[in-house]
């Protein structure tokens, strides 16, 4: 069975992260990350592929939710991903949401944050452009 449609599915990628999900707000799903061995860079820092690795997540549980909202199945591919390194990433729990801010029919722009303690000063950004494909094609 899939899990393609799923908004809540985690990636193997992810999961051996140690990525879950937090909670939902409005709908769409907040992704967190334990700061454990795995998502360690330099002492007591997240690595930046642990923190880019959050941020695709988020972006794409995002998205999934959309779909899964309008009753449409997609394949996801990604297209490209921008992420800005605002500051580092300490020895704590990370959080990152996603928002879909164009939906098209075989195109969807994404924006995502990252953040520890407060929400208003993200470590992380990222832009995000994914090709929504039909399932049958």
């Keep these: 069975m899939s899990d393609r449609g799923n908004p809540d599915a985690l990636t193997p990628y992810a999961r051996s992260l140690g990525i879950e999900i937090s909670g939902t707000e409005d709908g769409v799903p907040v992704m967190c990350v334990a700061f454990e061995e795995a998502v360690e860079g330099r002492p007591e820092h997240y690595h930046g592929g642990a923190t880019g690795g959050l941020l695709e997540t988020a972006g794409y549980a995002a998205l999934r939710a959309e779909l ?58 990222a832009v995000m452009n994914v090709l929504v494909a039909d399932p049958k094609d």
């Excluded at 990152?96 to 993200?122: I, M, Y």
């Design 68 to 125: 899964a909202e309008r009753g449409r199945e997609a394949l996801l591919k990604p297209i490209n991903i921008t992420v800005q390194y605002l500051s580092a990433g300490k020895s704590r729990t990370s959080y990152a949401k996603g928002r879909v801010t164009k939906l098209g029919r075989r195109s969807a722009n994404l924006t995502v944050e990252a953040w520890q303690d407060d929400r208003t000063r993200p470590i992380a950004t």
